[in-house]
């Protein structure tokens, strides 16, 4: 069964940056478009970015454009989240989500990576 393990989540100070990895364990992520999603504490979940099964196709939320870098690694099988100049609004847990189609709704979770920011 496909299961989604992030990496690269932890303690940064405001400015900083941080690049999260997602894989899966025995199996290929290059049937699926993939994306990461967001949830802070006393919020509801957001969608930050996706990324097309051949990575030419990315969307970013308004709050990350700019920022953030979304991309894939065939041979690796292994979808990043590079995030730079980060701010402490950034700080949730963050999720990689396998996609049905491009930016659609997740069929699939990881367990989600903590990323704090903070001076």
């Known amino acids: 069964q496909l299961q989604l393990v992030e990496s690269g989540g932890g303690l940064v100070q405001p400015g900083g940056s941080l690049r999260l990895s997602c894989a899966a364990p025995?199996?290929?992520?290059?049937?699926?478009?993939m994306g990461w999603f967001r949830q802070a504490p006393g919020k509801e979940r957001e969608r930050v970015s996706c990324?097309?099964?051949?990575?030419?196709?990315?969307n970013y939320a308004d709050s990350v454009k700019g920022r953030f870098t979304i991309s894939r690694d065939s041979a690796k099988s292994t979808v990043y989240l590079e995030m730079n100049m980060l701010k402490p609004d950034d700080t949730a847990v963050y999720y990689c989500?396998?996609?049905?189609?491009?930016?659609?709704?997740?069929?699939?979770w990881g367990q989600g990576t903590q990323v704090t920011v903070s001076s």
């Open positions: 990324i097309s099964r051949g990575g030419g196709s990315t």
């Open positions: 989500v396998a996609l049905l189609y491009y930016c659609s709704d997740p069929v699939k």
């Open positions: 025995g199996f290929t992520l290059d049937y699926y478009p």
